[in-house]
């Protein structure tokens, strides 16, 4: 695979990090169909690397991802591309939207789109578990895979367990009960 | 307020969070109440305004910093944001080169499945607050289908999704 350029890299940072609403987890949603779906920049193992150790990194976890697929794509200048594109501009929106909050919590049409574009970001991560799922849920591993995803699903409603517990567990049941997928790549960046 | 406190005061308050609001506490007890540079309505005010644009939710404290100490402030609340996520790389790195491995193919798979389940399980409380009638239904539904049964281009979601919203507000 060619490496991404810095300009290509920067603009899908800057187009998904800063269009989705709705916090982190629809962003990491639709890097997902962005990076690994669309694009295949990114491997499935990679993707789920990246989103698990940003839960367990300090701070903001989607940005701690962002830095990961930066660093995955194109090393560490990657990252320093891809953490900045992927905030600055709703950074600079936040500002804006500090200095004239009462205004537009008044405004009836600015809710309007701000509710629709959250409703869009409950299909966008629905339709992100369900990409993640479907390439692995294949003759052989179909009891597998989703056995691990419903468990997750419900230790976390269920049972309100922490996510970095869920995650933990997931790991530790993969690890254990066999690995019937195919060879993969994962390796660090060229 | 010196510019490189408030950058070490909101850095010592994201670096020891996990996840978007959980770092709330400790700036409210370094901020509002240790050193008296931000109100509780300011707070409250920051929280609801990086809720409100796109981007994660603990975008606010860049709104902490502007209430701090104007436009630089902020770049100190962005910076203090940005900082720790670095942090992954050389956890990247150690995990990515032992990858080969089968029992950590194994785990990374399964980790990919309860990640699955974690975005299942975080799109509730989202879907509780946003899909309220048959017009917000419609938008999660389509959105779902095109994201998965077609190459749409995401930005075209969003953007016939907020168009969506504002031609339901205008009628």
């Known amino acids: 695979m060619p490496a991404v350029s810095f300009r290509e890299l920067g603009w899908i940072f800057l187009r998904i990090g800063n269009l989705t609403y709705g916090g982190g987890d629809p962003i990491m949603a639709a890097f997902q169909r962005e990076l690994v779906a669309r694009r295949r920049w990114l491997t499935a193992e990679r993707y789920a690397l990246a989103f698990a150790l940003a839960r367990v990194t300090p701070g903001t976890n989607v940005l701690a991802f962002c830095a990961a697929v930066g660093w995955f794509l194109r090393g560490w200048p990657g990252a320093l591309v891809a953490v900045p594109a992927a905030t600055v501009p709703s950074g600079a929106l936040v500002i804006a939207l500090t200095a004239l909050y009462e205004e537009l919590q008044a405004m009836r049409l600015a809710a309007g789109a701000i509710g629709s574009l959250l409703a869009a970001a409950v299909g966008m991560m629905l339709a992100a578990a369900w990409n993640l799922l479907r390439p692995r849920l294949v003759a052989g591993n179909r009891l597998r895979i989703a056995v691990l995803a419903v468990g997750a699903l419900v230790l976390l409603v269920g049972f309100s367990s922490s996510p970095l517990l869920v995650l933990g567990l997931g790991a530790l049941a993969g690890a254990l009960w066999g690995v019937p997928s195919p060879e993969r790549e994962l390796r660090e960046p060229a | ?171």
Not at chain 2, 116 to 124: E, F, I, N, R
Not at chain 2, 139 to 159: K, Q, Y
């Open chain 2, 1 to 171: 307020m010196n510019l490189l406190v408030l950058y070490l005061l909101l850095l010592k308050a994201t670096v020891t969070s996990f996840s978007g609001l959980t770092s709330l506490p400790v700036i409210h007890h370094d901020l509002v109440v240790e050193r008296g540079v931000l109100t509780d309505r300011e707070l409250n005010a920051a929280v609801a305004a990086g809720r409100a644009g796109p981007g994660p939710y603990g975008l606010y404290v860049v709104s902490v910093g502007y209430f701090v100490r104007g436009v630089p402030g902020a770049v100190m609340g962005m910076l203090a944001l940005i900082t720790p996520a670095f942090l992954i790389i050389p956890m990247a790195r150690y995990l990515g080169g032992k990858a080969g491995q089968p029992r950590i193919r194994g785990a990374i798979e399964g980790v990919m499945a309860a990640a699955a389940g974690l975005l299942v399980a975080s799109t509730l409380p989202l879907a509780r607050a946003s899909v309220s009638d048959a017009v917000s239904g419609g938008i999660a539904l389509v959105s779902f289908v095109l994201l998965t049964a077609t190459r749409l281009d995401i930005g075209w979601v969003m953007l016939g999704a907020a168009g969506a919203g504002l031609l339901a507000a205008v009628l």
